[in-house]
């Protein structure tokens, strides 16, 4: 059975066999632009709308949902019809209201620090599946209007193309989200960097550094020994070559591993070169993994020496900490396994520089 948000025009007539057209047009509308359940169609008669809920159900059924920061931060751990559980992330701002979205059940990047990469790989999401976590986060929002997506959920999203890029086009040219408010994050699948690049749609792109030396990347992010940091580099400055938006790299602060001096060069290095963006995570504590985020203080001091090496540098909000927000967590608070910690560096105390 195909799940709602999966079905095509086609198939929604099909289901709608017999009636004419402009039932079709009707659906799809309010599936779409005004984003609500079959049940809702007022514009369309009792009976059929029972029919539609019934031939085409929804993929996502709610396990939990957990809500912080006054409201302002919401997430939910779903079911999918396999048994499958992903992750979806809505968070309120003043600006703006944005949904983070998982592209895979699990992930096979195996990132040391991360709680969805020790999980393991599951299978892909679809496209309705990817869609349906935006439908039902704006849902949850009203009357406030989600303005961004962000594909930094579970999975790695170049690792799915087809489906992220299939279900990126359906929020853009169906949801009329803009392609500048939607922005895919990547450990640094530069087979999936170089197809974004011919793309029509001029996405915003993020890349998960964490790291800017190979040796000690390929520990913490293993994708590094097949596409290390020359590499990357080259397909980043493609894109922005291709697209001319700005680059963004990831960076958790993980205390003793990537907060130092030399990783501050290092990355600045890196990132200069690539007119690059970096946003500093501090990162979620996370129950049964052994990963450490840097203290405030270090935080602090290693946004401003990037910025004193000529880097723009912002630390990201720290949200939904108490719930469980960050990558995985949520899932991992239901199955939780012990794991490493990445290796540490020695580093010199600079938090009272």
């Known amino acids: ?30 599936l779409y632009r005004r984003g609500v359940a079959p049940s809702d169609l007022t514009d369309l008669p009792l009976a059929m709308r029972s029919h539609l809920g019934e031939m085409l159900p929804p993929a ?25 559980r992903v992750e979806t992330v809505l968070m309120h701002y003043d600006d703006r209201s944005t949904v983070c979205v998982s592209t895979q059940a699990g992930c096979a990047m ?6 969805t990469g020790q999980a393991g790989f599951e299978r892909q999401l679809s496209v309705g599946e990817i869609v349906e976590q935006v439908i039902l986060a704006r849902r949850a929002a009203a009357p406030r209007r989600v303005s961004n997506i962000v594909f930094m959920g579970m999975g790695e999203p170049l690792a799915n193309y087809d489906n992220t890029w299939g279900a990126i086009e359906r929020l853009h040219g169906d949801m009329g989200i803009s392609a500048r408010h939607l922005t895919v994050s990547t450990v640094g699948v530069v087979p999936g960097i170089r197809r974004l690049a011919t793309e029509a ?21 293993p994708i590094n020994r097949r596409y290390p940091l020359a590499v990357l580099a080259d397909a980043c400055h493609e894109y922005l070559e291709a697209k001319g938006r700005r680059l963004s790299f ?15 060069e290092q990355l600045a290095d890196y990132a200069r070169p690539l007119r690059a963006h970096v946003n500093l995570i501090p990162l979620n504590p996370t129950p049964g993994y052994a990963v450490r985020g840097s203290a405030p203080a270090q935080v602090r001091w290693f946004r401003d020496r990037l910025r004193a090496l000529g880097t723009n540098a912002t630390v990201r909000q720290n ?30 105390d600079h938090t009272s520089a």
Not at 74 to 83: I, P, V
């Open 1 to 30: 059975m195909i799940g709602l948000y999966d079905a095509t025009r086609d198939d929604i007539a099909a289901v709608l066999d017999g009636q004419p057209a402009f039932r079709v047009r009707q659906v799809w509308d309010g």
């Open 60 to 84: 996502l059924r709610p396990v939990t949902e957990s809500i912080s920061d006054g409201g302002d931060t919401a997430k939910w751990l779903w079911e999918l019809h396999d048994g499958a």
């Open 250 to 264: 990831e960076w958790a602060l993980i205390d003793g591993v990537n907060d130092t001096a030399l990783d501050a």
């Open 319 to 348: 949200r939904g900490t108490d719930i469980d927000a960050a990558c995985g967590q949520l899932r991992a608070g239901h199955e939780a396994t012990a794991v490493a910690s990445p290796r540490r560096r020695r580093s010199i």
């Open 110 to 115: 195996a990132c040391s620090f991360c709680a």
């Open 201 to 221: 749609l001029p996405v915003n792109l993020a890349v998960s550094l964490h790291l800017a030396d190979d040796a000690r990347r390929d520990d913490l992010v």
